[in-house]
C-alpha cells in the first residue's frame, strides 16, 4: 500500500526510523563515542596507559562494581532502589573472614558469602516488597544497619589469613594479562542482557518500572520480582565481596565504603532512568568502563581521590539533571 492516500489528497510519512538510525542516536551510542574519546586522551596524558599489564590492573577499577550495577540496574528499571549495596559486602567480608579465623576452606567461604548476600538482599525485599516500605528508606536504613554490624564485630582490628587458592578470585589471571575478574565480569553482563532483554521476566521488570498498577492487574506478581530483584542485588554483592576480599587479601568494616554512589553513577550513565522503566544492560557495560578509564587515567596523573570523589558526584547530578534539561528546552521550543 501506497503511503500516500490520493482520495484524501493526505500523505503520510513514515516515521519508523531504520535500526542504524536508531542504533546512531541513541544512549549507547554516545557513551561509546565518549569512551572513545576518553581512551585516546588518556593516552595523549600519559605513556603508561597503552602498557598492557596497565590496561588489565585498570579493569580492577570497574568489574566488581559493575557487576553490583547490572543488579542494581534491574532495580532501578522497575522503580526502586538499594543503597545499601556497599554495606552488604562489608558485612559479606566479616562474615567470610571471621569464618577464615575458624579455619574454613575456599569452597565454604564463597558459599557461605553467597548466603549471606542473599539472606541480606531478602531482608530488604520483605521490608520494601512484602511491607511495602518506600526502597530508599529501607536501604538507607540497613546500609547503616550492615556496616554497623561489621564495625561491632571488627572494631579497629582486620581479618587476613586467607587461603592461597581464595586469592584467585580477585589476583588470578586466565590467559596473559585477562584476569579472572574480567571474564567473570563478561558472564555476568551476558547473563543479566539475556534476563533484561530476552526474558518475560525482564519485561515483568519493565513494565513494573513504568506502572506497577497496571503490571498488576496485567498479571504480573509485582512483590514477586521485586523481592527476587533485592535478593539479585544481595547475591551480586556477595560476589563482589568475594572478589575485593580477595583482591585485598584482608577484611576490614570500611571495605566497599562508599561504592553506593559509583554504583547508581554508573547505571544511571549506561541510560537507565533513575524513575525506572527503561534502561540496558550494554549501556551499563559501557558506562562501567568509562568510568573505569576516567578513574585509571586520574590515577596515572596523580589525582588525589578527593577530586575522583568531586567528579563522580559531579556526574551523578550531570546525568540526572541533562534529560531534564533537553526535555524543557524541547517543550519550550515547540511551544
Known amino acids: 500500500m501506497s503511503s500516500t492516500d490520493t482520495k484524501q489528497g493526505t500523505s503520510i510519512p513514515d516515521r519508523l526510523r531504520s535500526p542504524f538510525t536508531r542504533a546512531i542516536t541513541s544512549w549507547e551510542f554516545l557513551l561509546l563515542c565518549v569512551a572513545i574519546l576518553i581512551f585516546f586522551l588518556n593516552v595523549q596524558a600519559s605513556p603508561y596507559f597503552l602498557d598492557p599489564w596497565n590496561l588489565s590492573d585498570a579493569t580492577f577499577n570497574f568489574t566488581e562494581k559493575a557487576m553490583i550495577a547490572f543488579a542494581m540496574a534491574l532495580v532501578i528499571i ?8 556497599a554495606s552488604i559486602i562489608a558485612l559479606v567480608s566479616t ?16 558459599a557461605a558469602a553467597i548466603l549471606v548476600g542473599a539472606a541480606c538482599g531478602a ?8 511491607l511495602g516500605l518506600p526502597s530508599i528508606v529501607v536501604t538507607i536504613g540497613t546500609l547503616s544497619l550492615f556496616r554497623g554490624i561489621a564495625y561491632i564485630v571488627l572494631g579497629d582490628k582486620a581479618y587476613s589469613g586467607y587461603p592461597e587458592s581464595f586469592a584467585f578470585f ?21 547473563l543479566f542482557y539475556v534476563l533484561l532483554h530476552r526474558t518475560s521476566f525482564g519485561r515483568s521488570t519493565i513494565a513494573i518500572g513504568n506502572n506497577p498498577t497496571a503490571a498488576l492487574f496485567a498479571g504480573i506478581r509485582v512483590a514477586r520480582v521485586k523481592f527476587f530483584l533485592f535478593v539479585l542485588t544481595g547475591i551480586m554483592s556477595a560476589v563482589a565481596a568475594v572478589c575485593l576480599t580477595s583482591r585485598l587479601g584482608s577484611t576490614r568494616p570500611s571495605i566497599a565504603a562508599g ?4 554504583i547508581v553513577t554508573m547505571v544511571v550513565l549506561g541510560g537507565v532512568n533513575i524513575l525506572g522503566g527503561a534502561g540496558t544492560i550494554p549501556g551499563v557495560v559501557i558506562a562501567a568502563i568509562v568510568m573505569g578509564m576516567v578513574t585509571f587515567g586520574l590515577g596515572l596523573l596523580n589525582v588525589p581521590g578527593i577530586v575522583m570523589s568531586i567528579f563522580i558526584g559531579l556526574l551523578l547530578i550531570g546525568v540526572i539533571a541533562l534529560p531534564i534539561i533537553i526535555r524543557r528546552a524541547r517543550q519550550r521550543v515547540g511551544s
Not at 98 to 110: E, I, K, N, S
Not at 259 to 262: A, F, G, K, R, S
Open 123 to 130: 531482608f530488604n525485599g520483605v521490608l520494601v516488597a512484602g
Open 259 to 262: 561504592w553506593e554512589l559509583e
Open 95 to 110: 562474615c567470610m573472614g571471621f569464618l577464615v579465623q575458624l579455619g574454613v576452606d575456599t569452597p565454604a567461604l564463597v
Open 78 to 85: 522497575s522503580g526502586e532502589i538499594d543503597l545499601s549495596v
Open 170 to 190: 580477585g589476583q588470578g589471571y586466565v590467559w596473559w594479562v585477562i584476569t579472572f575478574e574480567m571474564v567473570l565480569f563478561a558472564v555476568v553482563a551476558l
